[in-house]
């Protein structure tokens, strides 16, 4: 089991004449076995931060920290780093003439050496991972014919053939109808659960989040506010961020009402 720590994280870019600061001072760890959802309007940095948290981009300042060996996450290679964390991304995989159990083999890829050929130990893993998002019947399927949502299935399940404790993903519910978001996110939190994994995903999809997530990562301004749905709730900071007019937030219950055009308050009751 991996925990992943944040230790007064700044984000941003730095050129060698300008540095642009996206969020600084932020202290919070993703824990194993729990669903972490990372919310924020657009701009804010949620890309940015999943970045820098992937190695894609390193941090302005801070410390990101593996917890098993409490080093920066700087100090890892391509290769270490390819065994600890998986990332599945917003863009759909645009490829043709491959299968799904093709394209969930690639995962094994940190494993397989140079030539890339899957040892039967690689195949099984690649049968378990297809077996665990649920996709047996697709696994000779072509990936271009499958539907947006079997394709993320496809995506996630490379990851989990990957073997990393550590699982990021950027929007991935993003082009979706509303019962496959609902099955997608269901599925995360299995695999965090059950699997105990590690996983944080970036999302706009904010009612299911409040309801299926273990904890919340809300990116406001250059702050990161961190805790489960009801203690965001009770702290006003999901209300700041939810409610507009027309728009409002029940702490109680974690639901968002959105009302038709009205003349008074006294039509919403």
């Given at each position: 089991?991996?925990?992943?720590?944040?230790?007064?994280?700044?984000?941003?870019?730095?050129?060698?004449?300008?540095?642009?600061?996206?969020?600084?001072?932020m202290?919070a760890?993703?824990?194993?076995?729990q669903?972490?959802?990372?919310?924020?309007?657009?701009?804010?940095?949620?890309?940015t931060?999943?970045?820098?948290?992937?190695?894609?981009?390193?941090?302005?300042?801070?410390?990101?920290?593996?917890?098993?060996?409490?080093?920066p996450?700087?100090?890892?290679?391509d290769s270490?780093?390819?065994?600890?964390?998986?990332v599945?991304?917003?863009?759909k995989?645009?490829?043709?003439?491959m299968t799904?159990?093709?394209?969930?083999g690639?995962?094994r890829?940190?494993y397989?050496?140079?030539?890339?050929?899957?040892?039967?130990?690689?195949?099984q893993?690649v049968?378990?991972a297809?077996?665990?998002?649920?996709i047996s019947?697709?696994?000779?399927?072509?990936?271009?014919?499958?539907?947006?949502g079997?394709?993320?299935?496809?995506?996630?399940?490379?990851t989990?053939?990957?073997q990393?404790?550590?699982?990021?993903?950027?929007?991935?519910?993003?082009?979706?109808?509303?019962?496959?978001?609902?099955?997608?996110?269901?599925?995360?939190?299995?695999?965090?659960?059950?699997?105990?994994?590690?996983?944080?995903?970036?999302?706009h999809d904010?009612e299911?989040?409040l309801?299926?997530?273990?904890?919340?990562w809300?990116?406001?301004g250059?702050?990161?506010?961190?805790?489960?749905p009801?203690?965001?709730?009770?702290?006003?900071v999901?209300h700041?961020?939810?409610?507009?007019?027309g728009?409002a937030?029940?702490?109680?219950?974690?639901t968002i009402?959105?009302?038709?055009?009205?003349?008074?308050?006294?039509?919403k009751?």
């Amino acid at each position: 089991m991996e925990n992943v720590i944040l230790q007064n994280l700044s984000i941003g870019y730095a050129t060698k004449d300008n540095r642009k600061v996206v969020a600084n001072g932020m202290s919070a760890a993703v824990q194993s076995g729990q669903l972490t959802c990372l919310l924020g309007r657009n701009g804010v940095g949620k890309s940015t931060l999943l970045r820098t948290l992937s190695a894609f981009q390193p941090p302005l300042s801070g410390d990101i920290l593996i917890t098993s060996e409490h080093r920066p996450l700087r100090d890892y290679s391509d290769s270490q780093l390819s065994r600890i964390i998986g990332v599945v991304l917003t863009e759909k995989p645009e490829v043709r003439n491959m299968t799904v159990d093709e394209m969930v083999g690639m995962g094994r890829s940190p494993y397989t050496g140079f030539w890339g050929a899957l040892s039967a130990d690689d195949k099984q893993k690649v049968g378990e991972a297809i077996r665990l998002v649920g996709i047996s019947d697709l696994q000779h399927r072509m990936v271009h014919t499958l539907s947006d949502g079997e394709r993320q299935k496809v995506m996630i399940a490379k990851t989990l053939a990957q073997q990393t404790p550590i699982i990021y993903l950027d929007e991935p519910t993003a082009f979706l109808d509303f019962p496959s978001k609902v099955e997608i996110m269901q599925l995360l939190r299995r695999l965090a659960h059950d699997e105990q994994k590690t996983i944080l995903l970036s999302t706009h999809d904010v009612e299911l989040s409040l309801q299926l997530a273990d904890c919340i990562w809300l990116m406001d301004g250059q702050q990161l506010h961190v805790g489960t749905p009801h203690q965001l709730a009770a702290a006003g900071v999901l209300h700041r961020f939810i409610e507009r007019s027309g728009i409002a937030f029940d702490a109680a219950t974690l639901t968002i009402r959105v009302y038709k055009e009205i003349t008074s308050e006294e039509e919403k009751k």
